[in-house]
């Protein structure tokens, strides 16, 4: 019994791996295809490859997940807390997917142990959801923002005087490689979160130990669940994040694009830290348009976006909660 209790919260994992998917795929290709530099169907495939890729390059953020965030308890009532997490970061990605809003599903997933863990009586490491989370998530944005910012000051006086039709079509091209950066990004950090909560399951089911390393299966099934998430796209928020908040050209997407890929591979790589594709393309996105003139982005938007931000945390705990008493009520 409790074997198909792993198999089933893996499979839920995988599925919520593919929301991740289909969810962020806009993050890495909405600037892109909103410029035209790409045409959606070979950035969707492009993205997908590239998750799979980066799912690949490290397990450092799959570590803060699966042994940073909570002490799940060993055997059925653990598995139960995994899958309550999983629940609810399922729900919340599915209505901020449904309403066009671009948050994270790395927070939803951040929330989601964090209240299942509460409605068990299991104990949080607040600590490291406050170094490796809290932190991140609040820096991120405002590194992104102003990165953004930086790069395309740089851009726009390193080719003051360079003809505009020219330098926007070499900007196109310029763009697939900044776009496969952030995707190559986005599969280092969201697709290692699923890894970390699949070993955090197997290690309560008492398939491996603690200290193990990540099985290869967990992690290639992670990176093909993203990918395969990936391609199925996310149109309702690549509206929003290409056209809605600003309408960019291919300059500013480049800017955007590399702002964030850049903060993506420093956190993941330098610190281990979880945090959002989607709070990072995001912000870089308003930091690029604000040069241009304050008005230029519409901030009515993004006040919408940064209300989804803040709210997905506690939302993702609370459904989360929920889902662990119904599981309970069923499994325990």
């Not at 009532?77 to 899958?83: A, E, P, R, S, Y």
């Not at 196109?172 to 290692?192: F, I, K, V, W």
């Not at 330098?270 to 982005?297: D, E």
Request: hydrophobic share 55%; proline share 4%; glycine share 10%.
């Amino acid at each position: 019994m409790e074997l198909a209790l792993v198999i089933s919260v893996v499979v839920i994992a995988l599925v919520f791996d593919y929301t991740n998917g289909f969810h962020d795929a806009a993050n890495a290709i909405a600037t892109s295809v909103s410029t035209r530099a790409l045409t959606p169907r070979v950035a969707l495939l492009m993205a997908a490859v590239m998750n799979f890729i980066g799912a690949h390059l490290g397990t450092s953020v799959a570590s803060t997940v699966g042994k940073g965030i909570i002490d799940a308890p060993d055997g059925r009532h653990g598995l139960i807390i995994v899958g309550g997490a999983l629940f609810g970061a399922i729900v919340w990605n599915l209505i901020t997917w449904y309403f066009g809003l671009p948050s994270s599903s790395s927070h939803a997933l951040i929330g989601g142990l964090v209240g299942s863990a509460l409605a068990a009586s299991a104990s949080v490491h607040w600590s490291g959801v406050i170094e490796k989370v809290v932190i991140p998530m609040v820096l991120s944005p405002v590194v992104g923002l102003l990165l953004g910012a930086v790069i395309m000051i740089a851009i726009l006086w390193i080719f003051r005087k360079a003809n505009p039709h020219r330098a926007s079509k070499g900007f196109r091209y310029a763009q697939t490689l900044s776009a496969a950066a952030m995707a190559l990004g986005h599969g280092l950090q969201d697709a290692q979160k699923t890894m970390g909560v699949i070993f955090l399951a197997l290690v309560v089911g008492g398939y491996v130990s603690p200290d193990s390393h990540i099985p290869e299966w967990v992690i290639t099934s992670s990176a093909l669940a993203i990918s395969l998430g990936t391609y199925a796209g996310g149109w309702r928020i690549m509206r929003t994040l290409g056209r809605r908040i600003i309408h960019l050209d291919p300059p500013q997407g480049f800017a955007a694009e590399a702002a964030a890929a850049s903060v993506l591979y420093t956190a993941a790589l330098g610190f281990g830290a979880p945090i959002s594709t989607t709070h990072t393309i995001t912000s870089a996105i308003m930091g690029v348009g604000a040069t241009k003139r304050l008005s230029a982005v519409r901030w009515g938007i993004a006040g919408s976006i940064v209300t989804a931000w803040v709210l997905t945390i506690p939302a993702a705990a609370v459904v989360a909660a929920i889902g662990y008493f119904i599981l309970n009520l069923i499994l325990g």
